[in-house]
């Protein structure tokens, strides 16, 4: 990805400079100038990674049941509590996922006619990768699109967004309607599938012999050549095989109860999609150990420059950071405690031996929360007098800590109006590293990066399709079925290894079980990751307006008392499940509906 940067600087280089050579009308310069400029064309496509919409921090998760922000001026607490509106949208990806659809469109309508090389044959493989390159980026732009404002409309459409597959010049026609949400998926799945074509599975270096054949045939001979054009050093853009996993989380979303009525992709589909990645780490047996914390130190310092972790489909680029530990990182460790865990999903998490806290089978104790409990819990989440910081200081949240003055104070009572401290008796533990040190007498930065796609994303998305489609035990000719997904997950995760997981045995015949806990486990799973906003709305279920509790910690008298609070209460109204077009545009275009409700 630092080369895409680079080519990107070099454009702005190229175009500032040019005048120095030979005065031009405007400080403009034409499209045809990337026919004879490779750099300059690789620019236009650095375009559409800049705008990729992912991110490494957790945004909608404080607009859902397992999060809220401490930060009165969040928008998307706003979003939450009733300010949610088609002109204020935290939510939107409408110009940036359009403006990135733009700039492949530029680059597709013009990739032949670059001469990326005076030899033939090396110039028909960059064309085929940089091609494949653009058809996957404009699937993923489309997905995201497609994700925040498909829905339907007054009267009983499942619409998606105007489909544009040209570069739109001054002459278009800007007032154009928008599609179905078939015709979208459609043209996401025809991107995806020729980007596939097109593009190596993965970039590496490879040896005469691993040559693939369409360029054998076409006199390629010397691997030298072709890793001159999807070696090493191409590691980080997209490959064939993140293409093959945007599909299957198209397929998802496609089957998904708020979408099935509107579209022919089946749950079979999606099953079938996630499986063919899958398939190519021999399934189950591929499922990454440490998978569950990929963003802890010993996951991330010996990756090689490009290399992914095991658990990893794509990522962003490794940097040195500390803005999530500043960001949420408790008061007392100077950070400001943002991200706030909710009870609810701390409730979330089974006991140990894999029951639910609510099965009297589990053994949870509510006078002790936080013993014999799903080993994820401590692994995500700061509870009281949990460690956290790199001298594993302890966290002492409940209301007899009086020790420290109040812009350090962990307290969520004492300190509630600082704006620091937690809402909800928890802070947040995933994604950070613990090496890190806000303190500004250290201010002690790490390596972190996003992980944009995993594969325990995809093994849950195989799970949940496949329940549908086949029931937890059937696997439609595959080589695992959900049932033995989730049964290896849970054994990652240290969950029922001394019962044999008996709560998953006594649910594996019943598919409406099963379903819930295969929900459950993504959302444990997948937390934080701004997953779960999108989740609850495909599957169309209350949650989405589900009170935010937490946990209030007193000590009157020697022991621990735990009281349930609750903190925020959401405000989301039927239409909300799926978004609205922005307000700017409607009142723009006369032919752009907006979505019922809106």
Same mark, same amino acid.
């Given at each position: 990805?630092?080369?895409?940067?680079?080519?990107?600087?070099?454009?702005?280089?190229?175009?500032?400079?040019?005048? =120095?050579?030979?005065?031009?009308?405007?400080?403009?310069?034409?499209?045809?100038?990337?026919?004879?400029?490779?750099?300059?064309? !690789?620019?236009?496509?650095? @375009?559409?990674?800049? =705008?990729?919409?992912?991110?490494?921090?957790?945004?909608?998760?404080?607009?859902?049941?397992?999060?809220?922000?401490?930060?009165?001026? @969040?928008?998307?607490?706003?979003?939450?509590? +009733?300010?949610?509106?088609?002109?204020?949208? #935290?939510?939107?990806?409408?110009?940036?996922?359009?403006?990135?659809?733009?700039?492949?469109?530029?680059?597709?309508?013009?990739?032949?006619?670059?001469?990326?090389?005076?030899?033939?044959?090396?110039?028909?493989?960059?064309?085929?990768?940089? %091609?494949?390159?653009?058809?996957?980026?404009?699937?993923?732009?489309?997905?995201? =699109?497609?994700?925040?404002?498909?829905?339907?409309? !007054?009267?009983?459409?499942?619409?998606?967004?105007?489909?544009?597959?040209?570069?739109?010049?001054?002459?278009?026609?800007?007032?154009?309607?928008?599609?179905?949400?078939?015709?979208?998926?459609?043209?996401?799945?025809?991107?995806?599938?020729?980007?596939?074509?097109?593009?190596?599975?993965?970039? +590496?270096?490879?040896?005469?012999?691993?040559?693939?054949?369409?360029?054998?045939?076409?006199?390629?001979?010397?691997?030298?050549?072709?890793?001159?054009?999807?070696?090493?050093?191409?590691?980080?853009?997209?490959?064939?095989?993140?293409?093959?996993?945007?599909?299957?989380?198209?397929?998802?979303?496609?089957?998904?109860?708020?979408?099935?009525?509107?579209?022919?992709?089946?749950?079979?589909?999606?099953?079938?999609?996630?499986?063919?990645?899958?398939?190519?780490?021999?399934?189950? /047996?591929?499922?990454?150990?440490?998978?569950?914390?990929?963003?802890?130190?010993?996951?991330?310092?010996?990756?090689? /420059?490009?290399?992914?972790?095991?658990?990893?489909?794509?990522?962003?680029?490794?940097?040195?950071?500390?803005?999530?530990?500043?960001?949420?990182?408790?008061?007392?460790?100077?950070?400001?405690?943002?991200?706030?865990?909710?009870?609810?999903?701390?409730?979330?998490?089974?006991?140990?031996?894999?029951?639910?806290?609510?099965?009297?089978?589990?053994?949870?104790? #509510?006078?002790?929360?936080?013993?014999?409990?799903?080993?994820?819990?401590?692994?995500?989440?700061?509870?009281?007098?949990? !460690?956290?910081? #790199?001298?594993?200081?302890?966290?002492?949240? +409940?209301?007899?800590?009086?020790?420290?003055?109040?812009?350090?104070?962990?307290?969520?009572?004492?300190?509630?109006?600082?704006?620091?401290?937690?809402?909800?008796?928890?802070?947040?533990?995933? $994604?950070?590293?613990?090496?890190?040190?806000?303190? #500004?007498?250290?201010?002690?930065?790490?390596?972190?990066?996003?992980?944009?796609?995993?594969?325990?994303?995809?093994?849950?998305?195989?799970?949940?399709?496949?329940?549908?489609?086949?029931?937890?035990?059937?696997?439609?000719?595959?080589?695992?079925?959900?049932?033995?997904?989730? %049964?290896?997950?849970?054994?990652?995760?240290?969950?029922?290894?001394?019962?044999?997981?008996?709560?998953?045995?006594?649910? %594996?015949?019943?598919?409406?079980?099963?379903?819930? $806990?295969?929900?459950?486990?993504?959302?444990?799973?997948?937390?934080?990751?701004?997953?779960?906003?999108?989740?609850?709305?495909?599957?169309?279920?209350?949650?989405?307006?589900?009170?935010?509790?937490?946990?209030?910690?007193?000590?009157?008298?020697?022991? =621990?008392?735990? /009281?349930?609070?609750?903190?925020?209460?959401?405000?989301? %109204?039927?239409?909300?499940?799926?978004?609205?077009?922005?307000?700017?545009?409607?009142?723009?275009? /006369?032919?752009?509906?907006?979505?019922?409700?809106?």
């Amino acid at each position: 990805m630092k080369n895409i940067l680079s080519l990107f600087v070099l454009v702005l280089l190229f175009s500032a400079c040019d005048d =120095l050579f030979e005065p031009a009308i405007e400080n403009n310069r034409g499209l045809e100038a990337m026919y004879n400029e490779p750099t300059y064309a !690789q620019g236009i496509l650095a @375009n559409a990674y800049i =705008l990729l919409p992912y991110s490494g921090t957790p945004n909608s998760d404080v607009a859902t049941d397992d999060a809220v922000s401490n930060d009165n001026s @969040n928008t998307y607490l706003a979003m939450a509590t +009733g300010s949610w509106t088609a002109n204020s949208n #935290p939510l939107s990806q409408w110009q940036g996922r359009r403006n990135a659809i733009q700039y492949l469109n530029l680059f597709l309508a013009n990739v032949d006619q670059v001469v990326w090389s005076k030899d033939e044959v090396i110039r028909t493989m960059y064309n085929d990768r940089l %091609k494949g390159e653009a058809y996957g980026l404009r699937a993923v732009q489309m997905y995201y =699109l497609l994700l925040a404002h498909g829905g339907w409309t !007054q009267d009983g459409r499942l619409l998606g967004v105007p489909i544009l597959t040209e570069p739109e010049t001054a002459s278009s026609d800007f007032n154009l309607p928008r599609n179905t949400f078939q015709e979208c998926v459609d043209q996401i799945i025809a991107d995806a599938n020729q980007a596939i074509e097109l593009l190596p599975l993965d970039y +590496g270096d490879i040896a005469d012999a691993e040559i693939p054949n369409k360029y054998k045939t076409l006199g390629v001979s010397n691997a030298g050549d072709y890793n001159r054009v999807n070696g090493n050093h191409m590691r980080g853009r997209i490959t064939g095989r993140i293409v093959e996993a945007v599909r299957a989380q198209v397929a998802l979303l496609s089957a998904s109860p708020a979408y099935s009525a509107g579209t022919d992709v089946s749950w079979e589909d999606a099953a079938n999609f996630a499986a063919t990645v899958l398939d190519r780490i021999n399934g189950v /047996s591929g499922l990454a150990a440490n998978g569950g914390i990929w963003y802890e130190k010993n996951q991330v310092e010996n990756l090689a /420059s490009g290399a992914n972790h095991a658990e990893i489909i794509w990522r962003g680029d490794i940097g040195q950071s500390i803005t999530l530990e500043t960001d949420n990182f408790p008061p007392s460790l100077y950070g400001r405690g943002r991200v706030n865990p909710t009870q609810n999903l701390v409730d979330a998490f089974p006991t140990v031996n894999g029951y639910p806290i609510t099965d009297p089978a589990s053994g949870y104790d #509510p006078a002790n929360p936080y013993a014999n409990r799903d080993p994820r819990l401590g692994k995500y989440i700061v509870v009281n007098e949990s !460690q956290q910081g #790199p001298s594993s200081s302890t966290i002492v949240i +409940g209301t007899y800590n009086l020790d420290d003055n109040n812009q350090n104070n962990d307290n969520d009572v004492i300190n509630r109006e600082s704006g620091l401290s937690t809402r909800t008796g928890y802070y947040l533990r995933k $994604l950070m590293r613990s090496d890190c040190n806000p303190d #500004p007498q250290y201010n002690t930065e790490q390596k972190h990066y996003t992980a944009r796609i995993r594969y325990t994303e995809l093994f849950l998305a195989y799970a949940e399709a496949a329940n549908e489609a086949w029931g937890p035990t059937g696997n439609g000719g595959h080589a695992y079925s959900a049932y033995d997904v989730i %049964k290896a997950i849970r054994q990652r995760a240290g969950i029922g290894l001394d019962n044999d997981d008996a709560y998953l045995e006594s649910v %594996k015949g019943d598919q409406d079980a099963m379903r819930q $806990l295969i929900r459950n486990e993504r959302r444990l799973e997948l937390c934080f990751e701004n997953q779960r906003f999108w989740d609850l709305r495909r599957w169309k279920v209350a949650n989405l307006n589900e009170t935010a509790r937490g946990m209030q910690i007193d000590k009157p008298s020697g022991s =621990l008392i735990y /009281s349930s609070i609750n903190v925020e209460i959401r405000d989301y %109204k039927d239409y909300m499940y799926h978004g609205p077009i922005p307000y700017g545009e409607i009142q723009k275009w /006369s032919n752009l509906e907006q979505n019922v409700g809106w």
